[in-house]
């Protein structure tokens, strides 16, 4: 999600970027841990020990990655470069009090990993749940629970994954984590992308101001800063508690690094004042592997995040980074024009490869990819001439209609043709994206030709999830949830005929299962993302009927109790 940019004459910039699409859908609708002052968590993060949990995740068959950090002294805190090197035992256990340890060992850290913690454990049964805690300096972390992925060739029912995207600390509570911990029917949660945000204090929080303020208290730009900002989101006790329960499987999207970024630069990077890109991208790439429980390809400046996660023959996950590789955004104008030229790249040219392979390839039955931005193609409905000359003036919108976003895939057509084309030739079934990115939810096919809808086909779906608390629509007109924004909703689905669901106002997360018979989302919304308590309502699902490649609507979610990891139904 965008912080407001401002040119030399004092207007917004011209390119069509998250926050001036959510101002865009703004202007159509309104058409038609807890936190202490100084944002500090309440956890005491000065005392000696476990105080960022635990966490796992990138299950395989036989091995999966636990992780920790240990606070050696009151002076060794994120960030500060001090501290000892501390020696650290692990185990893992089929159990949890730990009466049958399967795998234990040794490691030590220090500054140089800002004392944070990654093992990957090798020798494990498929599909099999583990309890996993460290010790050092006299103390025991808590204790984790994960899961390894089934053997390849198992043959499942069914897989069940959390879905979620956009965690803004200043925004409010992570309420949606906390109702995921408890839950007992995921395999894993998928997190799609802008897992921590990089704006200073008061610069992008919730419709009403900052709930809890962020460390450091500028934009962070050095390693030590993104190293802090990291440790502070790990303090979220819903957080904590979701990474102890259940292995991620995350990507990155722009705010681990800074909005609206791409291989060369950043919408709010200013060389002239916070250095270099290559930099600064490079400390966020470095926090960012130093704590998340993800599992790296290559190393040093070969390293890669986009990777691929087999479950069976029933579905295989294909995580793309769509940040590092891509070139700059279009700007609008002229520059409209860039979109369609064959050049122009989303994803890189090998990782393009990688994936494309991936799902023509694919022997399993559902192809699923962690998506950070949306594929969909979409346009700006048309709207009355008061409307669109409200819309021009904020951010240049042609009153024909746009592309929806064009730091979405929407920017770089060329890539998405040629996926869809070779998708298409390859006959592939079952193709489902997985997206967060834009705050919002939404159902949609994946038209062959979104002109001949749905004539021509369709080539797959995607699901979208909201943000757990980053601002949308309602946010941004301050109006109640459910009011301004249905028009509008309406609106696009008009134009954009594929789009099946879309809803601009709540926060939350999805649920999303893979069976024999189809994958289903359930949306799921909290009541209010300031609300640190905040309850959640299931609010729409969305069906694919294995081999149809459409969603249409169901009346009920998932039953919570109608799966267990690694039990057969």
Known sequence: MLKGAVNEIGGLRPELNRRTLLRGSAALAGAGLVAGASGRASAD??????????????????????????????????????????ALA???ATDEGF??????GAVTTGPDADH???????????????????????????????????AIDADLDRLRFGVVSCSNWEAGYFASYRHLAERDDLDAILHLGDYIYEYGRGEYGA????????????????LADYRIRHAQYKTDPDLMALHAKVPFIATWDDHESADNSYNGGAENHDPATQGDWATRKASATRAYFEWMPVRVNGTGTDAALYRRFRYGSLAEISMLDLRTYRDEQAPSGAGWRKIDAPDRTIAGQTQMDWLTAGIVSSP????????????????????????????????GLPDAGIPFNTDQWDGYTADRRRLFDAITAAGVRNTVFLTGDIHTSWACDLPADAANYPGAGTVGTEFVVPSVTSPNIDDMLKVPPRTATIAAEEAFKSINRHVRYVELDSHGYGVFEVSRQAAQMDWFYVNDP???????????????ADGSQQAHPVGSPLDPAGHRPGVRA
């Open 116 to 150: 944070t913690v990654k093992v990957d454990v090798t020798g494990l049964r498929p599909g099999t749940s583990y309890y996993f805690r460290f010790t050092a300096l006299g103390q025991i972390s808590p204790v984790g629970r994960t899961r390894t992925a089934p």
């Open 530 to 544: 300031v609300d640190r308590h905040g309850t959640a309502r299931h609010a729409a699902s969305y069906r694919v």
């Open 364 to 395: 399993t039955r559902w192809k699923l990819v962690g998506n950070p931005v949306m594929i969909t193609p979409c346009v700006f409905p048309p709207l009355d001439t008061q409307t669109t000359a409200a819309i021009t003036e904020m951010i």
């Open 45 to 86: 993060t000065a005392t000696p020990g476990f105080v960022h949990g635990v966490a796992s995740g990138d299950p395989l068959p036989d091995r999966v990655i636990i992780w920790t950090r240990i606070t050696p002294s009151a002076a060794a805190q994120p960030g500060t470069g001090v501290g000892a090197p501390v």
């Open 99 to 104: 009466e049958t340890v399967v795998r234990s």
């Open 90 to 92: 692990w185990q893992v």
């Open 207 to 222: 419709r009403n101001g900052p709930i809890r303020l962020h460390e450091p208290a500028h934009e962070i730009v050095s």
